[in-house]
């Protein structure tokens, strides 16, 4: 099975600020995905990262608030801009194999907005 | 349709008890259902999955019923113990297509 880091693990950021996080993943990976979690919710899919090209958002989730890179079948960034309060959340990385039953979360990456 | 309701919201299982959490899904289409177990400040794993060729997955202590007809999966933990005390989401998702359609989470305390 793949074996997801991500950084940081946790920070805190004044409001107004960006904040990238990074998804690395130990072996290439067909798709990766970033989600949000907020406190004892479910999980909300921001956007899949595509290789090579513009990521594909959800519905309520823009490219200028949430900017993602994928600049190889390993790594992906997601940047949470102009930060507010609302943000503070838990930013997930999934990363699928070939298969369906290769799907591998991140440990995540708590952000706290002030 | 694309959505997956899950239930309860939370559930307290004494140690040696039969933990049960249902799913419902609409959408005829989907043709996997993983189960994700996800413990504090981690991201979650998959437990078990299903597809609904069959009725019934057992891996250990963790058992996927599955009722076509109802289009309702649910996930049975025998012999809880407390360190399955963590929030378990269903999900859904079509083969080929990429998505995750995930439940709403249900946070599970298994007492001493």
């Known amino acids: 099975s793949a074996v997801i880091s991500q950084k940081p693990s946790r920070d805190i950021c004044q409001r107004g600020t960006s904040l990238t996080i990074q998804c690395q993943v130990d072996?290439?990976?067909?798709?990766m995905f970033w989600y949000r979690q907020q406190p004892g919710q479910s999980l909300t899919l921001i956007a899949t990262a595509n290789q090579g090209s513009e990521a594909t958002y959800e519905s309520g989730f823009v490219i200028d608030k949430f900017p993602i890179s994928r600049p190889n079948l390993t790594f992906s960034t997601l940047t949470v801009s102009n930060m507010s309060p609302e943000d503070s959340s838990i930013y997930l990385c999934?990363?699928?194999?070939?298969?369906?039953?290769?799907?591998?979360f991140g440990p995540g990456t708590r952000l706290t907005v002030l | 349709q694309q959505q997956v309701k899950q239930s309860p919201q939370s559930l307290i299982v004494q140690k040696g008890g039969i933990s049960i959490i249902n799913c419902a899904y609409e959408n005829t289409a989907f043709d996997y259902f993983p189960w994700y177990q996800q413990f504090p400040g981690k991201g979650p794993a998959l437990l078990i999955a299903i597809r609904p060729d069959v009725s019934e997955k057992k891996e250990g202590r963790f058992t996927i019923s599955f009722n076509k007809s109802a289009k309702q999966f649910s996930l049975h933990i025998m012999d809880s113990q407390p360190g399955d005390s963590a929030t378990y989401f269903c999900a859904a998702t079509i083969t080929g297509f990429q998505k995750l359609v995930f439940g709403t989470g249900t946070r599970l305390l298994v007492s001493p």
């Open positions: 072996s290439q990976v067909t798709m």
């Open positions: 999934r990363a699928r194999g070939e298969v369906v039953n290769e799907q591998f």
